[in-house]
């Protein structure tokens, strides 16, 4: 559906309002960044919130992520990926410079990506996912293993800069499990910050502001602003 300006407008408002609510609440230097996720919306829709001051945008398909990317090429626009990544997409990935790969989540992943990085001469920013509510459908590495998976990547793949941590938060129609899920991620991060990481990607439509009071610098958004 593409919706007009003032819609997204006040949809936008409301969830940089929102946003602004659960920050401060941690700290007035506590600054959170919106990802935008256009997965389910037209491309007209990603226009218009250009036009409104959004300028990151998720995507969790490298086939639609390129189109997209693409058809949207005049406008400085900051491009994340933000789903799995099938080995054979590896390439195309690369090709098409992502400013934030968020979504990796394995050591292989790691291996396989730097490999092919180094043979493009380039690097990639990522984030690594964890599976902090250790639910089978979601990918991600595991709470427990994640600190180690983070050091060993560092090492063994120079051609991946890690920036941080990405999760998303238990399915569940409990706040406490979600809330867990979103402590055990933000727990590693601290952790990692002596590594360097300065990204703790958590909190979706449904959760973002409880994410954000459990310490998230940046939230992917899709559902809450295309309604
Ligand atoms: C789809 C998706 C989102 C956004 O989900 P909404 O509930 O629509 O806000 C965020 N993160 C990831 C990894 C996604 O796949």
């Known amino acids: 559906m593409i919706l007009d300006k003032e819609q997204l407008r006040a949809n936008l408002d409301e969830v940089i309002w929102n946003i602004e609510e659960a920050r401060i609440t941690v700290s007035e230097h506590h600054i959170v960044k919106l990802v935008t996720v256009a997965k389910y919306t037209e491309i007209e829709n990603i226009a218009t919130l250009y036009e409104l001051g959004q300028r990151a945008f998720g995507e969790n398909q490298v086939q639609q992520l390129k189109e997209r990317m693409t058809a949207l090429e005049e406008l400085p626009l900051e491009w994340h990926m933000i789903g799995s990544l099938q080995k054979n997409k590896i390439n195309n990935l690369i090709d098409l410079r992502p400013a934030l790969m968020q979504s990796l989540d394995s050591l292989e992943l790691a291996l396989e990506l730097n490999k092919k990085l180094l043979a493009k001469e380039q690097n990639m920013n990522c984030l690594l996912q964890i599976n902090a509510a250790k639910e089978e459908s979601k990918s991600g590495v595991s709470a427990a293993q994640a600190v180690d998976i983070y050091q060993e990547i560092k090492e063994t793949c120079p051609q991946i800069n890690l ?4 999760t998303i938060g238990a399915h569940s129609e409990n706040t406490k499990l979600i809330q867990q899920s979103f402590e055990t991620t933000q727990s590693i991060y601290e952790k990692l910050e002596k590594e360097g990481a ?7 439509s449904s959760d973002y502001e409880l994410a954000i009071k459990c310490g998230s610098n940046l939230v992917r958004v899709g559902s809450a602003l295309f309604k």
């Open 198 to 204: 300065a990204i703790c990607s958590m909190g979706m």
């Open 163 to 166: 920036k941080g941590v990405m």
